[in-house]
């Protein structure tokens, strides 16, 4: 029996982009989360600088009609709001223009990177965020080709002040056995900070994906380390 709730930062559970089709579905998928010990979830829409099929307003009002929607049907999950962010050379000042979103209104940011590259200058613009007060939270680096054969990079992240964030999917080798390989030493070594569902619906990429993760690194993890990684520091992002 688990004493505490788990908190999951990273999610496309908005009706939007490659999220649900409704908002409908998007409520199926938030009862499934409260049904496996979810608490609180961020919905984190991508946010690519120049990107004009994007619409801020839009997805204002599509939180508001969901968080109200959940509410409605006395759902208990809390429900905050935030971004994926690509990093690029723009990004630093969509985020302080408030087009690109922190993490439920915190100076938490939501960092993705391509699977198969990324910006010869990324971690400049890591670095910057950091010297501007913000705190970024490295999303999934086990699915990147680059930061799989760059491991030393992750830790120099992580030194220099980033939160790692791995996704429940991958700790259940749903991407494979290299991709499940390498979040398991993450955790293992106690390199990531965060396990989250990435959850896009209530069957694609489900929210009990979590649940899974959590039984799945139970395995071999103390419940101190646990508690962090899937309560206490996704959590405390939101403080």
Known sequence: MINYKFVDIHTHLLPIQDGPEDTEQAIRAIRIAEERNISKIVVTPHYISGDTSYNRNDVFNLFNVLKKETQ???????????????????????????????????????????????PFNYMNIIYQLIDDGYKPIIAHPERSIYFASNIDSIAELKQNGCMIQVNAES??????????????????????????????????????????????VKRFSNEDNLKKIFSENPGNVLI
Not at 95 to 104: D, S, V, Y
Not at 178 to 191: A, E, F, T, V
Request: include cysteine; charge should be positive; glycine fraction near 8%.
């Open 72 to 118: 409605k049907r006395g759902i208990g999950v809390k429900l905050y709001l935030g971004n994926e962010c690509v990093i690029d050379d723009r990004i630093i000042e969509d985020i302080k223009e408030g087009k690109a979103l922190t993490l439920g209104g915190t100076r938490y940011v939501l960092c993705e990177y391509p699977f198969y590259q990324v």
């Open 171 to 216: 700790v259940i080798g749903k991407y494979g056995y290299k991709c499940k390989k390498h979040s398991l030493k993450l955790i293992k070594d106690q390199m990531a900070d965060i396990v989250a569902s990435d959850a896009h619906s209530d069957s694609l990429r489900s929210p009990d994906l979590l649940d899974k993760a959590y039984h799945r």
